[in-house]
């Protein structure tokens, strides 16, 4: 009876590691088509972004590293909107004015009554 239980015990050891495993390559496949959805969006972003910043001779290349100053966010405000935006930091160099510019295209867009929604949620 012991070499039942030993085999049935590492029956259920397969059992179990091969509904693990299942579960673990289906939850890598759900990152893979997040992750590629997430770059589809990102893609279709930046083009429809750099439709509109082509006006003024501006573009996007890298959404998270363009966007990190707030001077381009505050650009592609500024032509969609038509309006300009209040004063910010036309040269930013330290992180405390990058941050204050990308909060005042929030806070225009904010007061715009504009909702923000983000890529990939």
């Known amino acids: 009876t012991s070499d039942y239980y030993q085999q049935h015990q590492e029956g259920q050891q397969a ?21 590629q959805w997430k770059k589809i969006q990102q893609n279709t972003f930046t083009r429809w972004a750099n439709e509109h910043l082509k006006t003024i001779d501006r573009s996007i290349n890298n959404l998270e ?9 505050i650009a592609l405000i500024e032509v969609l909107s038509q309006k300009r935006m209040p004063k910010y930091n036309k040269r930013p160099t330290f992180r405390s004015q990058k941050l204050e ?4 295209a929030l806070k225009f867009l904010q ?5 923000i929604v983000n890529i990939g949620k």
């Open 111 to 115: 007061d715009e009554g504009i909702k």
């Open 65 to 73: 590293t363009d966007l990190s100053d707030g001077l381009r966010l």
């Open 15 to 35: 059992d179990q590691y091969e509904e693990n495993f299942d579960e673990d390559m289906e939850a890598e496949r759900d990152l893979a088509e997040d992750a």
């Open 101 to 104: 510019n990308v909060s005042v």
